[in-house]
Nanobody, 128 residues
Framework: QVQLVESGGGLVQAGGSLRLSCAAS????????MGWFRQAPGKEREFVAY????????LYADSVKGRFTISRDNAKNTVYLQMNSLKSEDTAVYYC?????????????????????WGQGTQVTVSS
């Protein structure tokens, strides 16, 4: 089992940058595929980015492609989300998620059900 703790959220002006971090407990972080999701008020939680266990594979939502970068440091048990050129529509609670090797049969990292562990979230507010 893994516990996930997000940090790095806050208030930023449009066009600015933030870097979110997600620290994972345990000694087997490298065995987890990781993702970031976000949920704006009144909206469903949506996929933002995914990174494979080794870090060699990444996926992004079209809405953030070219502006956000997901990365991981397996030695530090941490996954990051670098967010640049932020827009007001990026305002949301951002969640870190992990999928273990024995996770669900869902194949797509874009789906919530692909992941079996979630953090508590960190608020990102972009002012225009």
């Amino acid at each position: 089992q893994v516990q996930l703790v997000e940090s790095g959220g806050g208030l930023v002006q449009a066009g600015g940058s933030l870097r979110l971090s997600c620290a994972a407990s345990g000694r087997t972080f490298s065995s987890y595929a990781m993702g970031w999701f976000r949920q704006a008020p009144g909206k469903e939680r949506e996929f933002v980015a995914y990174i494979s266990r080794s870090g060699g594979g990444t996926l992004y939502a079209d809405s953030v492609k070219g502006r956000f970068t997901i990365s991981r440091d397996n030695a530090k048990n941490t996954v990051y989300l670098q967010m640049n050129s932020l827009k007001s529509e990026d305002t949301a609670v951002y969640y870190c998620a992990a999928r273990s090797r024995d996770g669900s049969s869902v194949y797509s990292p874009l789906l919530i059900t692909f992941y079996n562990y979630w953090g508590q979230g960190t608020q990102v507010t972009v002012s225009s």
